[in-house]
Nanobody
Framework: QVQLVESGGGLVQAGGSLRLSCAAS????????MGWFRQAPGKEREFVAA??????STYYGEKGRFTIFRDNAKNTVYLQMNSLKLEDTAVYYC??????????????WGQGTQVTVSS
């Protein structure tokens, strides 16, 4: 079992940056592929980025402005978001699974952190 807790969300002006963190419980964090998703009001959940258990592979739904990375010693995965746009406003969730970065079947989910981008 993995428990995930996101942090780092908040209110930011368009063009600004935020770094989200997701802290995982348990001693097997380094075994899991980690992903970030987001869900805006009235919209379906959307894939943002994923990183393999070792950190050697990444996969993005949002290329260029976002970077996913992890620190297995700290049981934490991060999402660096730059040049934020109004349409990036959403609740951001981290998730964990065993498997490839390109497959969708995440097993564990955090509660989410709100990101609001203002003009």
């Amino acid at each position: 079992q993995v428990q995930l807790v996101e942090s780092g969300g908040g209110l930011v002006q368009a063009g600004g940056s935020l770094r989200l963190s997701c802290a995982a419980s348990g001693r097997t964090f380094s075994s899991y592929t980690m992903g970030w998703f987001r869900q805006a009001p009235g919209k379906e959940r959307e894939f943002v980025a994923a990183i393999s258990s070792s950190g050697g592979s990444t996969y993005y739904g949002e290329k260029g402005r976002f970077t996913i990375f992890r620190d297995n010693a700290k049981n934490t995965v991060y999402l660096q978001m730059n040049s934020l746009k109004l349409e990036d406003t959403a609740v951001y969730y981290c998730a964990a699974k065993i498997g490839l970065v390109t497959t969708p079947n995440y097993r564990y989910w955090g509660q989410g952190t709100q990101v609001t981008v203002s003009s």
